[in-house]
């Protein structure tokens, strides 16, 4: 039997980078939101928040689109 998997739900984490400390290492803020449209495309997502990037405070770093599923036996 093939495994088969369902989407639950999906979340968008944008990373923006704040800063350097005094290492010079990347100081990064994670903003997370939930209850993202589960069928949205990557392409929607990333226009969406190239589009909101342009009002953050800081510039986005990375865009996360985390997908969960759940997978049964089927």
Do not use: F, R
Not at 41 to 50: I, L, M, T
Request: charged share 25%; proline share 1%.
């Amino acid at each position: 039997m093939a495994a088969k998997s369902t989407k639950l739900s999906s979340t968008l984490s944008i990373i923006e980078k704040t800063g350097l400390n005094k290492q010079g290492k990347e100081i990064l803020k994670k903003v997370t939101l939930g209850k993202i449209a589960m069928d949205a495309a990557d392409q929607d997502v990333y226009d969406v928040v190239k589009a909101v990037g342009d009002i953050l405070t800081y510039p986005v770093n990375e865009i996360q689109k985390v997908d969960n599923t759940v997978i049964t036996n089927a």
